[in-house]
């Protein structure tokens, strides 16, 4: 296994108590680059790294900073804590055992755009986390490392959380900004975007937690460091949350670029009883079904490569599937999933899941006919590229390369 | 009189304090929770004490405890013991857990135990999927983590908190069945 960065906690005991992140080097990043660098030059650094986005869409971070405009103020940091992609659950061991490498991050990134506020927003399940950050947070700010006119500087950063209460759609990060002004988690309409018009209609950065962790290093360390990891254009170490029917599932930070293969047999130890694997979902829910091939278990998990045969990479939580299990009712949770999880603002995506479900409930429940598969398929095949936001989109994937590559398993269900 | 803002003058403060002075509509859901933490539901009052302090409408503060699946308008079960059945965790028996579960317990997803000390969720994704089959248990605005779960497990749990919350043993069908287990990797 290569260093662990992100998950480092594993290494040091007790990471999640402020004396022993300090101790171990914590926060000395942070006073130096208040005290010592400009904000362009993190900006740059960040860029330079090629760190792209944990949360799903792999966007250069750097590059997504440098769109805020200079000229509307004040500026806003939101970090996604809202980790509710089914097959996640990364976000929540790095809040759990290394916050404050997250909270460095999130403080770095706030300095770099020069925002006085930011915001954690955690999905409501994070109760518990949420307040343990409270606590964390005052701390800090008693400490002086959070607060006005740091370190002596006219620089001052306030962090708040907002808690969420259950709501899928929440964690894209247009809808998140609706619930923290407290209204009904719906995405908003693009453009404006929100580097431009977000949290209270002003520039905000929105990044995932594991995004934000990996900032501390950039800076500590320097981009060269940072890029000995990865691959060229998907630089650095990426948590893999690892589920399904493997022997040991779990989370695993390695390189981006390490094969499905190697993650699966190596890491996970392999397939429960030795069964044959049977399908991968790279991206949780949100995935296409990619049939388990040796060439797809050759494949290197990084952006370009996981999209290229067929699925994104997303927030790399990896959903293995093996020949025990029928791809029908796989199909039949998501659909359920999405259905419940739709905001109900579009019409494709709330009549489109619903049918689904319907039909897949059919198929399901031994009462299908053939017609059902195909019917299947036009609705999910009717609403792409028809969604007002990605969650539509997604709903449709699953349904649609499980269809294609595993027919036999949904006519297998069909009443005889 | 508005009781919730006399009841905690310091937390709402500090709640409006995380927002701008124009935007206290954003305070909503931390109300929200606050209210919620009281009672373990979101009361007709508490909407309306919700509204005046954050400025909009009843309706609005209503539609929002409608939206969120962790905002109830109505009293439960004392613990809403919610399973995720999600992709991740039917893959690992999450599903058949849920299942024998209910049968233990004499209700179905969505029921309440006539003592009221339980209702039974199926629920989406936990984010601790690794650790399947789990639930969370909602205990007025707390929520918890059981990872690792049997049905005896759960049982046992379920058994000792019952003294707790309402003071009398668990009342279950098939209760003398279930043996407490051993512990297993709870973390
Ligand atoms: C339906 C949907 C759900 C999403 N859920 C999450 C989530 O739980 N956590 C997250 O960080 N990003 C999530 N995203 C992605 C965010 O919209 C956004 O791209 C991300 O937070 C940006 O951060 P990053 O650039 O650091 O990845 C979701 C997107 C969509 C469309
Ligand atoms: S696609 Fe679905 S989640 Fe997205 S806006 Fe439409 S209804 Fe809402
Ligand atoms: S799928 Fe159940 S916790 Fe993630």
Known sequence: MSELILLRHREVAGLNQLKTYIADGGFETWKKVVTSRKPEEVLNDVKASGLRGRGGAGFPTGVKWSFLPNNIWPHYVVANSDESEPGTFKDRELLEFNPYLFIEGLMLTSFAVQANDAYIYFRGEFSQIAKKFDERLAELTAKGLLGDALFGTNYSLRIHTHLGAGAYICGEETALLESIEGRLGQPRLRPPFPAVAGLFDKPTVINNVETLANIPYIMEKGVDAFRKNGTEKSPGTKIFSLSGRVKKPGNYELPLGTTFRELIFKHGEGIINDAKVKAIMPAGASSTLIPATDAALDTPMDYESTTAIGSPLGSASVMVLDETVNISRVINNTVHFFSHESCGKCTPCREGNFWMSHISDRIESGKGKKDDIELLNSVATQMQNKCFCALGEFSTMAVVSGLQHFRADFEARLES | ?187
């Open chain 2, 1 to 187: 009189m508005n009781q919730l803002l006399k009841k905690f003058p310091e937390e709402i403060n500090r709640i409006l304090a995380r927002y701008p002075i124009d935007r206290k509509q954003a305070a909503v859901m931390p109300l929200l929770h606050l209210a919620q933490g009281e009672e373990g539901f979101v009361s007709r009052t508490a909407l309306q004490e919700i509204a005046e302090i954050t400025g909009i409408s009843t309706t609005e503060v209503a539609s929002v405890v409608g939206f969120y699946t962790l905002f109830h308008d109505a009293p439960e079960g004392k613990i809403r013991l919610q399973v995720c059945t999600d992709v991740a965790c039917d893959l690992r028996g999450a599903t058949e857990y849920l299942t024998e579960l209910c049968e233990k317990l004499g209700i179905k997803p969505g029921e309440t135990s006539t003592d009221g000390l339980i209702t039974i969720e199926e629920v989406k994704c936990l984010a601790a999927c690794d650790k399947a089959p789990l639930f969370q248990a909602q205990i007025g605005d707390e929520v918890d983590y059981h990872e690792n779960q049997t049905p005896a497990r759960t049982i046992d749990w379920l058994r000792s908190m019952s003294a707790a919350l309402i003071g009398t043993p668990l009342k279950t069908i098939s209760l003398e069945e279930t043996k407490p287990e051993e512990g297993g990797s709870h973390e």
